[in-house]
C-alpha cells in the first residue's frame, strides 16, 4: 500500500508562484510514475516517469510548471510559475505501482485577485 499527502495548495495573485509536494509512505519502491492531475475530471497537469527521468505536461502547464523528485524527502514536487486565474482548482497526487493506482486526498489552489 502506498500512502499520498498532498500540501501546498493556497491563494495566489496571478502571476505568482507555488509549490505543490506530495510526500509518499508506505511500501513506494515498486512507483514507476506519479504525476499531477487537477479537479474531480483528473485532468493531467504533469507526470514523471521514474526509469526514464521523462517529465510532461498538459498544453497549459508547459513552461510554467516543473515536476520533480525530492528523492531524499520522498516527495513528488510541482513548482507553478506565472499563475493564471484558470489553473485555479484541487490538485490530486498520484502514482501507479504494478499493482495499483493511488491518489491523495487533494490540495486546493486558487489564483484570484
Known amino acids: 500500500q502506498v500512502q499520498l499527502a498532498e500540501s501546498g495548495g493556497d491563494l495566489v495573485e496571478p502571476g505568482g508562484s507555488l509549490t505543490l509536494s506530495c510526500a509518499v509512505s508506505?511500501?513506494?519502491?515498486?512507483?514507476?510514475?506519479m504525476g499531477w492531475y487537477r479537479q474531480a475530471q483528473r485532468e493531467l497537469v504533469a507526470r514523471l516517469t521514474f526509469s526514464s527521468g521523462l517529465s510532461s505536461y498538459s498544453q497549459s502547464a508547459k513552461g510554467r510548471f516543473t515536476i520533480y523528485r525530492d528523492n531524499a524527502a520522498n516527495t513528488l514536487i510541482l513548482q507553478m510559475n506565472n499563475l493564471r486565474p484558470d489553473d485555479t482548482g484541487i490538485y490530486y497526487c498520484?502514482?501507479?505501482?504494478?499493482?495499483?493506482?493511488?491518489w491523495g486526498q487533494g490540495t486546493q489552489v486558487t489564483v484570484s485577485s
Open positions: 508506505g511500501n513506494s519502491n515498486e512507483i514507476y510514475v
Open positions: 498520484n502514482a501507479i505501482d504494478t499493482s495499483a493506482t493511488y
